[in-house]
């Protein structure tokens, strides 16, 4: 069966580091794969999404996400994080159903 | 444009009870899935329905039972409750063809 893989479970960062989570899934064919945000307090958001076509992918408030094929993995990004991107990150790929990694902890410090 | 909604926000039950969950999707939506995110976990897929039918089932066991209404509204059931069943329920909504899902603040179901 399909599973996700998130290396970290928590990530402490200062403001304005660059950040990059990983994320590999674990078999191939044709997937659509995922990156949810849930900011404290708030409901699960879709950040950005791959379905197909260029494999990076752009998404909300400065984040994108590159989808390398041979290495099954779809790492989120972005280049300069803000004290509001703190939050629980969610990895997600759908082959038959939808299937989400544990999640990251990304704490940014003012 | 109201966004997913669910109820109640919170619930407390006992062991060997039965409990329902409601989700009202978001406009438009009339595609909805069940998840249940346990503590430090990320969600795990419970079921989805389409057309008031569950369409795609993930790994629970049968006291896992829903029903979608013809408003596209859906409801979780879960009876004989476990400890185990302590979780934060969510409810997604989606079109078929886009995947994308909206989800709603949830349902945090504690079982004493």
């Known amino acids: 069966a399909q599973s996700v893989s998130q290396h970290n479970h928590h990530v402490i960062l200062s403001e304005a580091a660059s950040l990059e989570l990983g994320c590999n899934y674990s078999?191939?064919?044709?997937?659509?794969l995922f990156w949810y945000v849930q900011y404290p307090g708030q409901h699960l958001q879709l950040l950005l999404k791959?379905?197909?076509?260029?494999?990076l992918v752009k998404g909300i408030k400065g984040f994108e996400a590159e989808f390398i094929k041979s290495k099954f993995s779809f790492n989120l990004r972005k280049p300069s994080v803000q004290w509001s991107d703190t939050a629980e990150y969610f990895c997600?790929?759908?082959?038959?159903?939808?299937?989400f990694g544990k999640g990251t902890r990304l704490h940014i410090l003012p | 444009d109201a966004g997913v909604t669910q109820s109640p926000t919170h619930l407390i039950k006992t062991r060997g009870q039965q409990v329902t969950l409601r989700c009202s999707p978001k406009?438009?939506?009339?595609?909805v899935s069940w998840y249940q995110q346990a503590l430090g976990q990320g969600p795990q897929f419970i079921f989805q329905?389409?057309?008031?039918?569950?369409?795609q089932r993930g790994n629970f066991p049968d006291r896992f039972s829903g029903h979608q209404f013809p408003n596209y509204s859906s409801e979780l059931n879960v009876n004989a409750l476990l400890l185990g069943d302590s979780a934060l329920y969510l409810c997604?909504?989606?079109?078929?063809?886009?995947?994308?899902?909206?989800f709603g603040p949830g349902t945090r179901l504690t079982v004493t």
């Open positions: 997604a909504s989606s079109l078929p063809a886009l995947y994308e899902q909206y």
């Open positions: 078999y191939g064919g044709t997937v659509n």
């Open positions: 791959y379905f197909s076509g260029d494999p």
């Open positions: 997600a790929v759908r082959d038959d159903k939808i299937i």
């Open positions: 406009s438009g939506h009339d595609t």
């Open positions: 329905y389409y057309e008031e039918e569950e369409r």
